[in-house]
């Protein structure tokens, strides 16, 4: 592995606004089998996944919105017609959840949290990786117990993540200055 690859993870920054093309079936198996390589404490692999496509997407919004707003916790109009607006573009969103595993009682659930986050890191870096955009929100119904039991992911048994949108980048990119590591990093003297 050479110094340029860890440039891509120096460049990486999050896209939100994407448009088709989205992911091609042998690029999206490559985003999704990079998430297979995220530490996980006891090889629980919490992670799951539910592909929402463009074919579908207009069918998702509908549903997920009316699902929202017949929930305790409705999502204001506004930001339904900003997610509407963001969504008819998008060509893919990957839903993500966590299995709590209720019977484990050796690897607490927040490190199983953990793993699906790291999961999701590996699958934004390998969208940039592939030259797509991404982006993870919990916007979206993420805290609606209904919207993530409307995508099959019953809050029993499964926190909900929120969703990777991927695809093309809408505007250009231009890079983004990151803070100097030096400001979080301290040396442990004993
Ligand atoms: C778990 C998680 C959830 C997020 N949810 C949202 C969200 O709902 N809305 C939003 O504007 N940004 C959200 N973000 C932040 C963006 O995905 C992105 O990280 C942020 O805009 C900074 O961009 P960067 O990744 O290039 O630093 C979330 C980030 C994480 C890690």
Not at 14 to 34: M, N, T, W
Not at 124 to 153: C, K, P
Not at 155 to 173: N, S
């Amino acid at each position: 592995m050479s110094e340029q690859s860890i440039t891509y993870l120096l460049n990486r920054q999050s896209i939100k606004f994407v448009r088709a093309p989205g992911p091609d079936e042998h690029q999206l198996k490559l985003i999704l089998q990079a998430a297979m390589s995220a530490p996980d404490h006891g090889r629980l692999r919490p992670w799951r996944f539910a592909l929402i496509r463009q074919d579908v997407m207009p069918q998702f919004v509908d549903k997920l919105f009316a699902t929202a707003q017949a929930s305790d916790s409705p999502i204001p109009p506004q930001k339904e017609e900003n997610a509407r607006r963001w969504l008819k573009e998008v060509p893919l969103l990957i839903a993500l959840a966590c299995h709590r595993d209720h019977g484990n009682v050796k690897i607490p659930e927040h490190e199983r949290m953990l793993a699906v986050g790291a999961a999701a890191m590996n699958m934004l870096n390998a969208a940039h990786m592939l030259g797509f955009g991404a982006f993870w929100s919990t916007g979206l119904g993420t805290y609606i117990d209904e919207v993530n039991e409307m995508l099959g992911f019953d809050p029993l048994d499964y926190r909900f993540m929120g969703y990777l949108a991927v695809g093309t980048p809408i505007d250009e990119v231009f890079p983004v200055t990151r803070p100097d590591f030096r400001q979080f990093v301290k040396e442990y003297r004993p």
